[in-house]
């Protein structure tokens, strides 16, 4: 395989994770975001998967952003009369974001993002190495 083919590769995995990086910050971000009105539904949390296609150009399967859909899990509910957004019955819709998975996400995207970038680097030094070994 060439060495352009492994950037491009490894490229696309980053840009993939990145992607899945910012949503997983947005989820977090809006992990206590409520609805404004009575009975309204919370921030949703979003979710990202990704699939393989061929890059013509390079000719070698990259990875890129499949979709970004909402998951559809239930809202949990918090009493809370108080609140603007509470139904008849004093509850509140709780978004559907869970901090612990979205934590487990964020830190398996980063290694994944850092396993690329070190491909890269791999790769990088190779082709210096090549140019060294030319040069001399």
């Given amino acids: 395989m060439s060495l352009e083919k492994v950037l491009a590769i490894s490229a696309s995995g980053m840009t993939v994770q990145a992607a899945r990086l910012r949503i997983v910050a947005e989820n977090i ?20 998967t990704f699939k393989t296609v061929l ?4 000719g070698a399967q ?3 952003v499949d979709r970004v ?5 239930e809202f949990g509910r918090k009493h809370d009369p108080a609140h603007p957004a509470a139904g008849k019955d004093g509850f509140v819709k709780m978004p559907n974001v869970k901090p612990l998975i979205e934590m487990m996400d964020l830190r398996e995207s980063q290694r994944s993002y850092e396993a690329n970038l070190s491909v890269i680097d791999v790769a990088k030094r190779m ?10």
């Fill in 29 to 48: 971000a809006n992990a206590q975001s409520l609805g404004d009105t009575p009975g309204s539904d919370p921030y949703r949390r979003k979710m990202i």
């Fill in 69 to 73: 859909f909402f998951d559809t899990s």
């Fill in 62 to 64: 990259v990875v890129r």
């Fill in 55 to 58: 890059d013509q150009n390079i």
């Fill in 127 to 136: 082709l210096q190495g090549t140019i060294d070994i030319l040069r001399a």
